[in-house]
């Protein structure tokens, strides 16, 4: 157990119960580390989650925590997310479409909003998620008494080597070379990962290598893993979905079931363009930072080496399966 772990616990292990003001965490940030302190403490008390919510925990938070329990969502170990942070509730159509980041939700969103208003729908470009869920989400009392519908519950999955490369690409390679302002949290996690493994360099001009990124998912606690890398099961726990479809055949599928506003768009989800295609290439390019890439970079498979395969494989097991059965 490292020290965030150790800290987490000792964090909502206090006596009196607590509701959401009283922890003064977003709730995003405190469902999987409740969800983590939950499920030890049951393991170690031998007691039901349900009665460490009611003892633990009051008012909206509590309600809520019950029934993220009631459907499932809780004793994942930090492998659960906020349910409502990633629900958008397309009454007029029909859907709930419980999105994952890196699979599509952008189009998917857009397409979605669009059917439902009947119109393109508008949005500020730099507020384009929050207000899709500002006009489509819900809050703690709206799940607790609407948490069942009857909409059809829809969600996209992704070839998870796919999904994990590509995030690496938009998030730590592309700002890189063209000079880019990385993202705030990126840059906090570039700086953890030169603080973690001892790397000297500037972080605009180096940033890190796939095989650094991925060690750093690798060695830090599942509570705190960030939502663009954070396995595709933790988003679905608790949710009993009608279509699990593959982002590659997500256009056709709409489409099928009279779902799609407009035209297809030449790629529903994309960083460079590329895909990783197994056995291709046997990721030379791993341990080497963006600018050292230069004009090297055709296919994703060139950032993954065999052993790192099997890890991803290991690490992402439960999203091998869920893209499997996928349609």
């Given at each position: ?20 003001k009283d922890l003064g965490m977003p709730l ?62 397309f009454n007029s159509i029909g859907i709930d ?231």
């Amino acid at each position: 157990m490292n020290e965030l772990e150790i800290n987490t616990i000792k964090f909502l292990a206090q006596e009196e119960p607590r509701n959401l003001k009283d922890l003064g965490m977003p709730l995003g940030v405190l469902i999987p580390r409740i969800d983590y302190f939950l499920s030890m403490l049951r393991d170690i008390s031998n007691t039901s989650i349900n009665s460490i919510i009611r003892d633990k925990y009051k008012d909206g938070l509590k309600s809520y925590l019950l029934k993220v329990d009631e459907l499932g969502g809780l004793g994942f170990y930090g492998r659960s997310v906020n349910p409502i942070s990633y629900l958008c509730r397309f009454n007029s159509i029909g859907i709930d479409y419980h999105w994952i980041p890196k699979n599509a939700c952008t189009f998917l969103k857009k397409n979605f909003a669009s059917l439902n208003e009947q119109e393109i729908f508008s949005y500020d470009k730099n507020k384009f998620h929050e207000t899709i869920q500002d006009s489509y989400g819900m809050n703690m009392s709206q799940y607790i008494d609407s948490a069942k519908s009857s909409n059809l519950k829809f969600a996209v999955l992704r070839n998870p080597i796919d999904r994990l490369v590509s995030c690496y690409i938009d998030k730590f390679y592309l700002p890189c070379v063209n000079d880019k302002d990385y993202e705030p949290y990126i840059l906090n996690i570039i700086k953890n990962i030169y603080c973690y493994f001892d790397i000297k360099g500037d972080y605009q001009k180096r940033s890190v290598s796939f095989s650094e990124f991925l060690n750093y998912i690798t060695n830090n606690p599942h509570f705190s893993s960030n939502e663009h890398w954070r396995p595709q099961i933790d988003f679905l726990r608790g949710v009993d979905l009608d279509f699990k479809v593959k982002q590659e055949n997500v256009a056709s599928f709409l489409m099928g079931k009279e779902l799609l506003f407009a035209k297809k768009p030449k790629k529903e989800n994309s960083s460079v363009g590329l895909t990783y295609n197994e056995a291709t290439y046997v990721g030379e390019l791993s341990e080497k930072t963006p600018l050292e890439v230069n004009d090297e970079l055709l296919d994703y498979s060139q950032f993954v080496t065999p052993s790192q395969h099997l890890l991803i494989k290991t690490l992402y097991a439960e999203d091998f399966s869920l893209y499997t059965e996928s349609i």
